[in-house]
């Protein structure tokens, strides 16, 4: 056997093995990889019109195929990623998740106006609302079926390792103060932004994520924005929809006394210095 001959059986065997692999990676981890980008196969036989340098160079991309590193999930559909890719998200994710541990413990204890700790308030909150219930961090626990392909991963990296920095909580805090600002204006309670302005990360963060006012205060916010609409349309509100506003407003209400017990919070302490991000 030449060694034209012997690159050619090996082509063969490779290709059979990649093919084998394809097949097991399908059933074990519902990855499509057959004529995706990832599929290294060439249409049978054509390995016996190659020349030496084309056969070295096909069987290059089966051995690399083949190396037991190079592993493939299944995203939404059957599309394949890379595992290693998934496994970085993952990793991430459980970094992430730490990080709301530590932040849920020590806010937890904190007492609210209401006579519960933040904790217990955070039990109480709907939980369809925004951040006002959730806090700067979430919880998170994808599978590769519920992200549709590798550049849809790539931004969920990208955005995992943005909410690990030591930026991510101070900017959201930030962020939170400034979204609530342009609510408090757009419903005509101005008086309070510079109360806000002067709360310290610490403060601001047991206010915006261990209460509800901030929640009513974006229902408020919502409730005017769709009046503005309605008016536009001439439709009027509905006995529900009165009865709503009354409560909502009655939240509302409470934004003073809120913030002032927000305002006599002490901290960070121990414990909440062990959560990077906070500012005096």
Same mark, same amino acid.
């Given at each position: ?53 084309? *056969?070295?160079?096909? *069987? ?8 037991? %590193? ?28 730490? *990080? ?11 007492? %609210? ?66 979204? *609530? ?100």
């Amino acid at each position: 056997m030449n060694e034209l001959e012997r690159l050619r059986k090996e082509v063969e065997r490779k290709r059979k093995a990649a093919s084998n692999k394809i097949a097991r990676t399908r059933r074990q981890n519902g990855a499509e990889l057959a004529g995706s980008q990832f599929d290294p196969r060439r249409n049978p036989g054509v390995e016996q019109r190659y020349n030496r340098a084309q *056969l070295n160079s096909y *069987l290059s991309q089966l051995n690399d195929f083949m190396r037991r %590193t190079n592993q493939f999930v299944g995203a939404k559909s059957g599309i394949p990623m890379r595992k290693g890719r998934f496994d970085a998200y993952k990793k991430l994710e459980t970094q992430q998740d730490q *990080l709301r541990r530590a932040h849920d413990a020590a806010m937890g204890d904190i007492p %609210t106006p209401t006579g519960m700790s933040i904790a217990g308030n955070k039990q109480m909150l709907h939980q369809g609302a925004g951040n006002a219930v959730y806090g700067p961090y979430r919880e998170f626990d994808r599978m590769p079926s519920d992200i549709t392909g590798p550049a849809a991963l790539e931004k969920l990296i990208k955005d995992m390792r943005t909410r690990v920095s030591s930026e991510f909580l101070p900017n959201r805090i930030q962020q939170g103060k400034e979204n *609530l600002k342009k609510a408090l204006t757009v419903i005509g309670r101005t008086e309070f932004i510079e109360d806000i302005d002067k709360l310290n990360d610490y403060q601001f963060d047991a206010f915006w994520y261990g209460t509800n006012v901030a929640e009513a205060v974006f229902m408020q916010y919502g409730i005017e924005t769709d009046r503005v609409a309605s008016e536009v349309e001439g439709e009027e509100p509905t006995r529900k929809e009165r009865a709503q506003d009354k409560v909502i407003q009655g939240a509302v209400d409470e934004l003073g006394s809120v913030l002032q017990w927000a305002s006599g919070l002490r901290g960070p302490g121990e414990a909440t210095e062990k959560i990077r991000g906070f500012k005096r």
